[in-house]
């Protein structure tokens, strides 16, 4: 069971550069999440989506967007990436409406310079 | 809109003793979960409890239980015989048990340090 899937683990851009974080489950979960993770803040949803072919923006959403065309993928793009984004990032899915646990991948650490 | 508080950045304790997490949170709902999010060092995040806000009764998980207060708005976890193998962030959560539950609102987290 690979679970919630996260590539890379480790990432670092240029101010400026664009890029995908990558997320991939395998649980046929409806829903999928984004969440970065900094110092001190917790964790802060970015964009998240219900089902495939849906999405939609969380708290924190400038500078990044998402896309689903299928169930199991849901990456993340950083257009133009800036010093502020530096971060870790998560993927979380859960199966659907009724259900409460998330899982989470291991978290992607971008550092923009 | 919900919000969650940890109002203890760092704790410690030693092995073998009671620790005491604290959370709050704020919200004009009636219907929703809470949990309690450990990351170790690994920066995995693993559930370790959940409560449902129309249980009256503590949920409690081998070694961690909570103090749930639904009129005081307050979420406690406590570890009890602490291992080494807890010292890790640890997490409080909120999530709307109706449609708008796709969102995890967390606090800002709690480091607690096991020592031998």
């Known amino acids: 069971n690979a679970g919630v899937t996260q590539t890379p683990k480790f990432q670092v851009l240029k101010t400026g550069q664009s890029m995908t974080l990558q997320c991939a489950q395998d649980?046929?979960?409806?829903?999928m999440s984004w969440y970065r993770q900094d110092p001190g803040m917790g964790l802060r949803l970015i964009h998240y989506?219900?089902?495939?072919?849906?999405?939609d923006q969380g708290e924190v959403p400038n500078g990044y967007n998402v896309s689903r065309s299928t169930t199991e993928d849901f990456p993340l793009r950083l257009l133009s990436a800036a010093p502020s984004q530096t971060s870790v990032y998560f993927c979380a899915s859960k199966l659907d409406r009724m259900n409460t646990e998330a899982f989470f991948g291991q978290g992607t650490r971008l550092t923009v310079v | 809109a919900q919000t969650v508080t940890q109002s203890q950045p760092e704790m410690s304790v030693q092995e073998a003793e009671t620790v005491t997490l604290s959370c709050t949170y704020d919200t004009s709902e009636s219907n929703y979960y809470l949990f309690w999010y450990k990351q170790p060092p690994s920066r995995q995040m693993i559930l370790v409890i959940r409560?449902?806000?129309?249980?009256?009764q503590n949920a409690t998980e081998n070694r961690f239980s909570v103090n749930f207060q639904k009129a005081a708005k307050s979420f406690s976890l406590k570890i009890s015989d602490s291992q080494l193998g807890d010292t890790a962030m640890y997490f409080c959560a909120f999530m709307y048990s109706g449609g708008s539950n796709y969102k995890l609102t967390f606090g800002k987290g709690t480091l607690l340090t096991v020592n031998p």
């Open positions: 649980m046929n979960h409806e829903y």
């Open positions: 989506s219900v089902g495939a072919g849906i999405t």
């Open positions: 409560q449902e806000a129309y249980k009256q």
